[in-house]
């Protein structure tokens, strides 16, 4: 990264500065011996302003966002799937509502910060933002600046397990998005995955639905007669009494988990 390759530059010149004055030998072997801990110095010196400019950018974000409290703001996470559910749930709520979604793959807190900051909020109703993590307490970073009222998980699967050490720890680090939630707000998971449902019954949000295929988990949202072709998938969703036939252009029937939630 350019981040990586100014450190390594800077680290250079200042072994290049002390060889070129050193008048001894002895400060020389000295210098080739602690070049660890200079580079470490020089390291830790350099990330302190970097940290605190993206403390800065994440505070002004959550200032921002602040002033617009009739956005609903939707947050999104999950090992798999949160990116395909984010432009899922963006474009069905476009066609009646006014609606921003962070772009791409942008899912961490300086991320959405950025964006929030670049962007106009006036005209906007829902606010749908992807939300990742590389270990725990990044989600909660992120909740604590955009205050989502509706959360949605979408899986938990032993991705990045080296980064949280175990699968328990990826779930209590996707489970801060739906912790987040208040009593008032809504929550929507997959019912199919055991680490999604496990923890429901623990969060203070009331409003709480499940979605999936096995009619064994009792979802609230029944996905059945899943049909794919090279050009799109069909399926109907039962709710409440009443169903749904559904058809969209896209590849694979495990995209029925992801049209759910929308």
Do not use: W
Not at 73 to 88: A, D, N
Not at 117 to 138: H, P, Q, T, W
Not at 190 to 214: H, M, P, R, V, W
């Amino acid at each position: 990264t350019g981040r990586a390759a100014l450190l390594l530059l800077l680290a250079v010149l200042l072994e290049a500065l002390v060889l070129l004055t050193a008048q001894s030998v002895n400060v020389i072997l000295l210098l080739l011996l602690f070049r660890f801990f200079i580079m470490t110095i020089v390291v830790f010196c350099t990330s302190i302003p970097v940290k605190i400019l993206k403390r800065i950018i994440v505070k002004y974000a959550g200032r921002k966002i602040q002033k617009y409290r009739n956005i609903i703001v939707i947050g999104i996470t999950g090992s798999f799937g949160k990116t395909t559910v984010k432009e899922f749930v963006s474009h069905i709520l476009s066609q009646k509502y006014r609606t921003l979604k962070t772009p791409g793959n942008t899912n961490t807190d300086i991320g959405v910060a950025r964006f929030i900051l670049k962007s106009d909020l006036k005209n906007v109703d829902v606010l749908v933002i992807e939300m990742g993590a590389y270990r725990i307490g990044e989600i909660q970073k992120i909740c604590k600046m955009v205050v989502p009222k509706i959360g949605i998980l979408t899986s938990i699967a032993e991705q990045h397990l080296a980064l949280f050490g175990s699968i328990e720890n990826i779930q209590n680090a996707k489970y801060e998005l739906l912790r987040a939630i208040p009593e008032s707000g809504y929550v929507l998971t997959n019912a199919d995955n055991q680490y999604c449902a496990d923890l429901l019954s623990t969060l203070n949000c009331k409003n709480i639905e499940t979605f999936g295929t096995d009619p064994e988990h009792k979802p609230n949202y029944l996905i059945k007669d899943v049909k794919a072709s090279p050009e799109h998938i069909e399926c109907e969703i039962f709710y409440a009494g009443s169903s749904l036939q559904f058809s969209a252009p896209v590849r694979g029937s495990h995209q029925a988990l992801n049209i759910a939630p929308a």
